[in-house]
């Protein structure tokens, strides 16, 4: 079964960076598949943030877009989010995503898609 975990979470002020990685196992190299990164604040339902499919097609929450950038290093098998200009709205659980799919266009964010989750990492803006 495929296995994710993701990293890189923590705690910064309005205006800054982080990057998480999710380390993915048990997905072959010419496998077809889509992945993505959900988030989930208190009392709020999971979201679609970002994903990106195994020809590196990607697409962006309209929240996002323009500050993070999802990549994907197939040599290593880890997903990346990069988050720049967070915002506390940002705060949130963060998880990775994956499905074995051909083709996951308009529903990339749908998180009825995936099949397979991380645990989550935590990420906190401050104002």
């Known amino acids: 079964q495929v296995q994710l975990v993701e990293s890189g979470g923590g705690s910064v002020q309005t205006g800054g960076s982080l990057s998480l990685s999710c380390g993915v196992s048990r997905i072959e190299y010419n496998s077809l598949f889509c992945m993505g990164w959900f988030r989930q604040a208190p009392g709020k339902e999971r979201e679609g943030v970002a994903a990106?499919?195994?020809?590196?097609?990607?697409t962006y929450a309209e929240s996002v877009l323009g500050r993070f950038t999802i990549s994907q290093d197939n040599a290593k098998k880890t997903l990346h989010l990069q988050m720049n200009s967070l915002k506390p709205e940002d705060s949130a659980m963060y998880y990775c995503?994956?499905?074995?799919?051909?083709?996951?266009?308009?529903?990339?964010?749908?998180?009825?898609?995936?099949?397979?989750w991380g645990q989550g990492t935590q990420v906190t803006v401050s104002s």
């Open positions: 995503a994956a499905t074995p799919a051909y083709n996951c266009k308009g529903r990339e964010l749908d998180i009825r898609t995936f099949a397979y």
């Open positions: 990106i499919d195994w020809d590196n097609r990607t």
